[in-house]
């Protein structure tokens, strides 16, 4: 079975330019979940989506982020434009379930470089 | 608000050697607990979780953890450490409706 993949593995970029990662979750799994890790600290909750609708965005940091799920399969995640904070991991992580208990299967995650 | 603290960013054990990486968290409300465990160039995967059931949860590759809510700690110990332990480990709660993660514990093995 194959995991949860992301693409690309690595991005660098410019300031102001506008780049998308993607993340394909295990099939069947409903719940996917976007995450950041900035600078080696802590893994930030981004947003949850159950199918292709946004359950919950609160970890969005701002309006430079979109985050998309049509058809409730792939998602992707666009910045734009790109600032130097938003470099960092960026991980997706799917579910088949949204319990709280339930255990989450992480991608490898997209290394972004924004210079 | 909920939050995790991981002891040390870095730890270093010799081969053999006990491993125990710290966690602490925070929660208004009984949580649940895991540890994920990075290797490198690879995703997070889960360790262990604790879910409100026994107090001591073992999990894959002969690593435990002990919840103890007087303390609010769930540390995680190997009794002996093999260099394929070498990774980065998260410890995480999720009390509600999201997981939250600590800042990662990064474990190196020595020869």
């Known amino acids: 079975e194959a995991g949860v993949t992301q693409f690309p593995s690595h991005s660098v970029i410019e300031k102001g330019q506008t780049v998308t990662l993607r993340c394909d979750p295990i099939s069947g799994h409903d719940n996917l979940y976007w995450y950041r890790r900035v600078m080696g600290k802590e893994i930030k909750f981004l947003l949850h989506f159950v199918k292709e609708s946004k359950q919950d965005e609160s970890g969005m940091p701002n309006n430079r982020f979109l985050a998309e799920r049509t058809g409730g399969t792939y998602s992707t995640l666009k910045v734009q434009p790109a600032e130097l904070e938003d470099s960092g991991v960026y991980f997706c992580?799917?579910?088949?379930?949204?319990?709280?208990?339930?255990?989450?299967?992480f991608g490898s995650g997209t290394q972004l470089s924004v210079l | 608000a909920q939050s995790v603290t991981q002891l040390g960013s870095h730890v270093s054990v010799s081969e053999g050697a006990l491993v125990l990486l710290r966690c602490n968290y925070s929660?208004?409300?009984?949580?649940?607990l895991f540890w994920y465990v990075q290797y490198p160039n690879q995703g997070l995967q889960l360790l262990l979780k604790y879910t409100s059931a026994a107090t001591l949860v073992k999990g894959i590759n002969g690593f435990e953890a002990e919840f103890k809510k007087s303390e609010t700690s769930f540390h995680l110990t190997k009794p002996s450490a093999h260099m394929s332990d070498a990774a980065e480990y998260f410890c995480?709660?999720?009390?509600?409706?999201?997981?939250?993660f600590g800042p990662g514990t990064s474990l190196s093995v020595i020869p």
């Open positions: 992580a799917s579910s088949q379930d949204n319990r709280v208990s339930e255990k989450l299967f």
């Open positions: 929660s208004s409300v009984p949580p649940y």
């Open positions: 995480a709660v999720s009390p509600y409706d999201k997981v939250i």
